[in-house]
Nanobody, 123 residues
C-alpha cells in the first residue's frame, strides 16, 4: 500500500509560481511512476505531468514549457514546479503513483492517489 500526501497549493495571482510536493510512503518509491492530475470545478480529471522511475517525463500540452515535474528519491517526494500560472490552471491537483514505473498519461494506470491540494489562480 502506498500513501500519498500533497502540499503546496494556495491562492496566487496570474503570472506567479507555486511548487507542489507529494510525499509517498513505500520502500520502492524510486521504481514508481509518479504523476500529477488536476480537476477543475465541473470538469473531468485531466492529466498534467508524469515522471517514470527512469525519469522520463511527459506533459500535457496546456502546461508544457510552464510546469516542471521532478523527483527526489532520497526523500520519497515528487514535485511540480508551476510557473507563469494562469486562471485556467485553477483546480484541485492530485498526485498519483503507479508501480512498477512506466510513465503514462492515462489515469487508470495509477493505483494510488492522494487527497489533492487546491490551486487557485486569480486574474
Amino acid at each position: 500500500q502506498v500513501q500519498l500526501v500533497e502540499s503546496g497549493g494556495g491562492l496566487v495571482q496570474a503570472g506567479d509560481s507555486l511548487r507542489l510536493s507529494c510525499a509517498a510512503s513505500g520502500r520502492t518509491f524510486s521504481t514508481y511512476a509518479m504523476a500529477w492530475f488536476r480537476q477543475a470545478p465541473g470538469k473531468e480529471r485531466e492529466f498534467v505531468s508524469t515522471i517514470s522511475g527512469s525519469r522520463r517525463t511527459l506533459y500535457a500540452d496546456s502546461v508544457k514549457g510552464r510546469f516542471t515535474i521532478s523527483r527526489d528519491n532520497a526523500k520519497n517526494t515528487v514535485y511540480l514546479q508551476m510557473n507563469s500560472l494562469k486562471p485556467e490552471d485553477t483546480a484541485v491537483y492530485y498526485c498519483a503513483a503507479s508501480p512498477p514505473g512506466l510513465a503514462d498519461a492515462r489515469a487508470y494506470k495509477y493505483d494510488y492517489w492522494g487527497q489533492g491540494t487546491q490551486v487557485t489562480v486569480s486574474s
